[in-house]
């Protein structure tokens, strides 16, 4: 029993290792798809923002043609 515990200490060490990785890989995926989400999110609301402004440009210019008329 005692030759196999350097090879139980290696298992054990290539395993926690292994656990590791998949934990940073996790965090990484978590990462990358909560920015892809608020990503998403913020190109949804600019061309509303856009088509807010172009909204109020052009009822401001009618506005004004009304006046100089």
Do not use: C, T, W, Y
Request: aromatic share 10%.
């Amino acid at each position: 029993m005692g030759a196999n515990f350097p090879s139980l200490i290696l298992k054990s060490s290539v395993a926690r290792k292994k656990a590791h990785e998949r934990s940073e890989f996790r965090a990484a995926f978590d990462l990358a798809f909560a920015f892809s989400q608020i990503h998403e999110n913020m190109n949804q609301k600019l061309p509303r923002r856009i088509e807010r402004k172009r909204d109020s440009i052009e009822f401001e210019r009618s506005e004004n043609q009304g006046q100089f008329s």
